[in-house]
């Protein structure tokens, strides 16, 4: 149904029309501005937990991964010592997980001269010192990571060997970095990406690389916060991280190892995106089921005002004949009716009025008192509601 153009001119119309809106949309609005509030809170809360476990569990996945190249080093060099070499190749050349070996290459250094290598290419004699080779004695690994240029480099472990004369004996093992990132890529769900680096900013392993504004926050919130939540905004949209600092020196000497994940706001909030929408739509199919409404109800209430609007013009005019109907069955109906009865009485009063005046008016202007009591006699009905006249003249 359309609402009338016309009705809506009217203030009344106007009120009606505002009030079912608001008692419509405003109860409902309110309810969704507050549900999609606190669901966004709790989203983000979750997210964060999320990201923040899944760092943990990678950054567990790699020092477990370290410890196995470390275990595999140690059990190379025992058997080097007790002089089987069968064992060793069938060890190292052993693919983990059916996918990537975990050392590229391992050689055994006395002093700094290479004297053999057990497998795989050739590995260089590490830059350590003075304390890495007193950490070494301990029987603890030694991280080394050779850079080569701003994209590349090369993973070594360095293992103290068993001592020979007066110089020490090194087996550096040149570690697989594919076997590390592939444990990382397995442990990180759909539509998330992690970013590995150094405690000093080095970055290791990325997914997606960061922006210089992701890197900044994330720098200052580790000054600030322990908890490892950053939230940013970049030319790529709002984006959440949870990071989790990986300890080697549990079991080697190296840097901690920032496992920082990463996800869009868009991913995170996918389900309170599209109940937005279904709020939205509700939202929608509200206001036309107000707009509706409210048309229907200014057609019923101003109607019958329009109506008697154009009844009172009418009499205005000298229209008394005219009738007014309305079938509304409430207050608009008896005043439609009393309107009524009002018009005619004054249309009545008026006629009434009429005749007299042209009544007098002729007895006035003639002289024929015949003529004068045949207009009496023919005009007294139309003035005065009867069934017969009479005229009584009287001598004076």
């Not at 410890?67 to 190292?92: D, I």
């Not at 720098?219 to 600092?245: I, L, Y």
């Amino acid at each position: 149904m359309k609402i009338n153009l016309i009705l809506m001119k009217s203030r009344v119309a106007k009120r009606i029309f505002c009030l079912f809106v608001i008692c419509a949309l405003l109860p409902i609005g309110s309810l969704a501005f507050i549900s999609l509030h606190q669901l966004s809170q709790d989203q983000k809360e979750k997210s964060f937990q999320k990201l923040h476990q899944l760092s943990k569990n990678i950054g567990m996945s790699l020092l477990e991964g370290l410890s196995f190249v470390q275990s595999e080093m140690h059990v190379a060099s025992l058997s080097n010592s007790a002089g089987l070499q069968t064992p060793v190749r069938g060890l190292l050349n052993q693919q983990a997980d059916g996918k990537h070996s975990r050392l590229l290459g391992l050689t055994l250094f006395e002093g700094q001269k290479a004297i053999k290598t057990l497998t795989g290419r050739p590995c260089p004699y590490p830059k350590i010192s003075a304390s890495d080779l007193q950490y070494l004695s301990t029987g603890k690994g030694v991280l080394y990571i050779q850079r080569l240029n701003e994209d590349a480099y090369r993973m070594f472990m360095i293992l103290g060997a068993n001592k020979s004369s007066r110089n020490t004996r090194l087996l550096v093992g040149e570690i697989n970095t594919e076997y590390l990132w592939e444990i990382a890529r397995a442990s990180l769900p759909a539509m998330t990406d992690v970013n590995i680096r150094t405690s000093s900013g080095t970055s290791l392993f990325n997914t997606s690389p960061l922006s210089k504004i992701a890197l900044k926050e994330i720098e200052n919130n580790m000054k600030t916060s322990a908890v490892g939540r950053v939230e940013w905004n970049d030319d790529a949209g709002s984006h959440f991280a949870g990071q989790w600092s990986a300890f080697l020196k549990g079991f080697i000497y190296a840097d901690d190892w920032r496992i920082i994940v990463t996800e869009s706001k868009d991913d995170a909030f996918a389900a309170i995106n599209r109940v937005s929408t279904i709020i939205v739509l509700i939202l929608i199919v509200s206001f036309l089921v107000a707009l509706f409404l409210s048309s229907v109800q200014i057609r019923t209430q101003l109607e019958p005002l329009a109506r008697l609007k154009e009844g009172t013009q009418r009499v205005s005019q000298g229209d008394f004949q005219s009738r007014i109907s309305v079938r509304s069955g409430d207050e608009f109906e008896e005043l439609a009716m009393s309107f009524n009865t009002m018009s005619e009485k004054i249309g009545r009063h008026f006629t009434n009025l009429s005749e007299m005046g042209r009544m007098i008016t002729r007895i006035l202007t003639s002289l024929d008192r015949e003529r004068i009591i045949q207009t009496v006699l023919l005009n007294a009905t139309n003035v005065v509601s009867c069934d017969s006249v009479s005229l009584t003249l009287i001598d004076p």
